[in-house]
């Protein structure tokens, strides 16, 4: 992403200034140069606002005229009347319904087309203007007309049954998305053609032999960032921009989503947490850490109420009832707060169950350079270690790996020390002696990390062959990372090489095995399933990450050519037959920059997001709300079932669990995966891991006596998930806290001088000299 220090050039490329204003601040009437408060109303590019006193829009009844400056368009119709109306026909995919909510406001019915879709109450205990009281976004692209009837209807606690009308908004839509493969004489297999038939019809099933792919629910906020919180709920963080659910009255950044009914809940995030990286902790609380500086446009730094988010620790306590009641994210910089300002970093768990946080940028940005670089870490809770006591530690790796360094690939090895790549290289950093042991540089020039973002896997972990780690890294570019913005097409092609290196001493000196996938795939998402396969799914073919800075945007998309089949890879298959593209579905929706996916405790795999653009837009390649599920073969099979699964599983510690096989399954076909979804962000998979358990199965086959991690090397205290794959077929996963289920180490000499020798708002202070010594 760019942030918003790259406004001011962006505002001056063609394609955004269509816009006649930045896009953070979209909803500035035109001819004017104020900016209003950040209330839902906006008007993404590919869309059109109505006002009230537009002709088009027809009013029969009683209906008020109201003129403010807080008014779209200075006008706001209103009625108490029931039975008054209005109609209004449009043409496009979506339409949404502006006005006032407070406690005076009553029912709304609201027909489509003729049928009655919803009864919409516009009652709010507080008052707010400039609100999304009603909206579809999934028509097809036709002519429709909306109705809107006041119902004579109130709630109970609603002291009138005011209905008003401020504007609609009506989604254009885009025109059928056509899928080119960059490589013809390599065609993607089973490639969608027809983007709005597909659309339209949610929870259709596209099948591809025995996998599914299928569309069902909408995250409300953009998934920029997705982990797997609870048996029923995912988070879901993304950037302060105009998402359609709603909080306090202005748009959502963070939510909760219910993996059962598909029901969204906003958070109440208070930083940007634009770019941020995140982690559970061995407690199982999960942080998000680090973003972007304030929203703010050209004249008004207070407009969206969103704090800097560049050292922020958010914090979301364990969160484990059905409901999610209560769960929301706390933060509070004077007291909580890195040491310095982070823009794209890393976090990790690590074998203590604290988090490292790794590299990012000091600034927001696009490429990294020596200037914004913050090529150090640091941990949370803080540690009083290298003679830092609580301060950044310098990592001399990630000075050597700019430009294209940010969100470095990192995992926790079964020796506790951390393999890292950035751009082009690799090494094993080993973070209690604070050394660096360099690895072979990626073959063929290939750079793995944003803006040339690849994916990257730590392979299942197993106690036969002695916890060896293998890393597996896909996709890429070989551009030149010193090459400027202006002069790289979204049409560069990306990489198709996966690379993957067992970490042994001896292996490390064989160095990195290639391979190449069926497509090639900047920005791709490696998912591990608990048979230990690997899908890869989203991604362009062609392009860089980010938006708004190269040549031939696609919308703002810096890539093109979506890959929309996915691929299954078999880590163990013999070289040359582990890909599988022709038996795997493909999508209609288009997944580039921004995009996610995880496994989830039911066995199959969510994929959400993409939004190449500075805030919502519908204009292709668009900001995506809705959800996939992709479903593998298993999930239809008789799967097997545990039981009686005990909270905590201590290191070593052997448990014996209730298990269901199926009856043709043999101990022998009996394994049992323990697994960290990870934090997905930015085709990183943090913490993404499998670790195969010690099991016997009781003669009865209604037991299994399973043996935890060795140790925090192995798998790193903290959250997990259980799976008991029986010949091939996995169970859901059932959640266990690996460890003690204590907090990490706290060290309250570090916290004390980290808090004496940081301010909140370094970034800002940056900015402020910046300014005082008059360049941009
Ligand atoms: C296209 O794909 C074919 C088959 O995978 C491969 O041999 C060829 O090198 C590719 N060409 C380009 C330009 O990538
Ligand atoms: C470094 O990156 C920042 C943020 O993108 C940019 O403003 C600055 O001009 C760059 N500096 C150099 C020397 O390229
Ligand atoms: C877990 O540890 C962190 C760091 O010390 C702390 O902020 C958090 O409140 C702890 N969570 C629980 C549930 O105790």
Redesign the pocket.
């Known amino acids: 992403m760019l942030s918003l220090f790259h406004l001011l050039t962006l505002i001056t490329l063609p394609l955004i200034s269509s816009a006649t204003e930045s896009a953070w601040n979209g909803h500035v009437l035109p001819g004017s140069t104020n900016p209003s408060s950040f209330t839902p109303y906006y008007i993404p590019p590919g869309a059109k606002s109505y006002d009230s006193a537009s002709p088009l829009v027809h009013f029969s009844g009683k209906w008020t005229d109201s003129y403010a400056s807080r008014y779209v368009g200075h006008t706001l119709r209103s009625t108490t009347s029931k039975g008054s109306s209005i109609i209004f026909t449009f043409t496009g995919t979506g339409i949404e319904w502006f006005g006032n909510v407070d406690s005076r406001h009553g029912i709304a019915d609201v027909y489509i087309d003729g049928k009655l879709v919803d009864h919409v109450d516009s009652y709010s205990p507080t008052a707010h203007y400039q609100q999304r009281i009603f909206w579809e976004f999934s028509l097809p692209r036709a002519k429709h007309t909306i109705k809107i009837i006041h119902s004579g209807k109130r709630s109970p606690e609603s002291k009138g049954n005011i209905i008003d009308i401020d504007a609609f908004v009506v989604t254009l839509g885009t025109s059928p998305h056509q899928s080119v493969p960059l ?1 013809q ?2 065609p993607v297999q089973n490639a969608a053609t027809d983007f709005n038939a597909a659309a339209a019809a949610p929870a259709i099933a596209l099948s591809g032999s025995h996998w599914t792919l299928s569309q069902q629910g909408t995250t409300g906020v953009h998934a920029m960032q997705l982990a797997i919180i609870s048996s029923s709920h995912a988070l879901i963080m993304d950037k302060v921009e105009h998402n359609p659910l709603t909080i306090d009255g202005h748009p959502a950044w963070g939510a909760l989503y219910n993996l059962n009914t598909h029901d969204v809940t906003p958070l109440h995030v208070k930083s940007n947490s634009f770019c941020a990286g995140g982690t559970f902790l061995s407690n199982g609380t999960l942080i998000n850490v680090g973003g972007n500086p304030v929203v703010e446009d050209r004249t008004s730094s207070a407009d969206f109420g969103d704090v800097d988010g560049m050292q922020s620790v958010r914090i979301l306590e364990p969160c484990d009832s059905g409901d999610a009641g209560g769960c929301d994210i706390y933060e509070n910089q004077a007291r909580i707060r890195l040491a310095s300002p982070r823009w794209y970093n890393t976090v990790l768990r690590i074998a203590d169950g604290s988090a490292m946080i790794l590299g990012g940028s000091r600034k927001g940005g696009w490429m990294n350079n020596a200037t914004t670089n913050n090529p150090t870490l640091e941990y949370f809770p803080p540690k009083n270690i290298h003679g830092r006591n609580g301060l950044p530690i310098e990592s001399p790796f990630l000075v050597d790996t700019l430009s294209s360094n940010l969100f470095p690939i990192a995992f926790s090895l079964p020796d506790g020390r951390i393999f890292i790549a950035a751009n082009n290289d690799a090494m094993i950093y080993d973070w209690r002696a604070n050394s660096e042991q360099r690895l072979p540089a990626l073959p063929n020039g290939v750079r793995v990390t944003y803006p040339m973002s690849g994916t990257a896997l730590l392979l299942p972990l197993d106690p036969a062959t002695g916890y060896i780690p293998e890393v597996l890294i896909c996709g890429g570019s070989t551009l030149d990372d010193k090459t400027p913005s202006w002069e790289i097409s979204s049409q560069a ?1 990306a990489s198709p090489q996966c690379a993957r290196m067992l970490l042994s001493q001896d292996a490390i000196g064989a160095g990195w095995h290639v391979e190449q996938m069926p497509n090639p795939r900047i920005m791709p998402d490696a998912v591990l399933l608990p048979t230990g396969d690997v899908v890869i799914v989203n991604g362009g073919a062609s392009g860089i990450a980010g938006y708004g800075n190269v040549k031939n945007q696609i919308g703002a998309s810096n890539a093109a050519n979506p890959v929309l089949t996915s691929v299954l890879y078999r880590p163990n298959a013999p070289a040359g037959s582990r890909f599988d593209g022709a038996s795997m579905p493909s999508s209609p929706i288009p997944r580039l920059y921004h995009s996610v996916a995880t496994l989830t405790p039911n066995g199959d795999v969510m994929i959400a997001g993409s939004n190449p653009n500075l805030d919502r837009s519908e204009v292709e390649y668009g900001t995506e709300y809705r959800v996939e599920w992709l479903r593998p073969p298993y999930m239809d099979a008789e799967r097997p079932a545990l039981d009686n699964v005990p909270e905590l599983l201590g290191f070593g510690q052997t448990i014996e669990v209730g298990v269901h096989l199926p009856a043709s399954v043999q101990p022998s076909d009996v394994k049992v995966s323990l697994m960290d979804l990870g934090y997905v962000t930015h085709a990183v998979h943090a913490n993404s891991r499998l670790v195969y358990l010690q099991v016997s199965v009781s003669d009865d086959k209604q037991k299994l006596t399973i043996t935890g991690p060795p140790s925090g090397d192995v798998y790193p205290p903290g959250p997990g998930w259980l799976y008991v794959v029986a010949g091939g077929v996995p169970s859901v996963g059932r959640k266990i806290i690996v460890g003690d289920g204590h907090g990490p180490p706290v060290d309250q000499g570090a916290i004390d001088n980290l808090l004496k020798n940081t301010d909140p708002d370094q970034d800002k202070k940056d900015k402020q000299d910046k300014q005082d010594d008059g360049s941009e």
């Open positions: 490589n004489s390599a092609p």
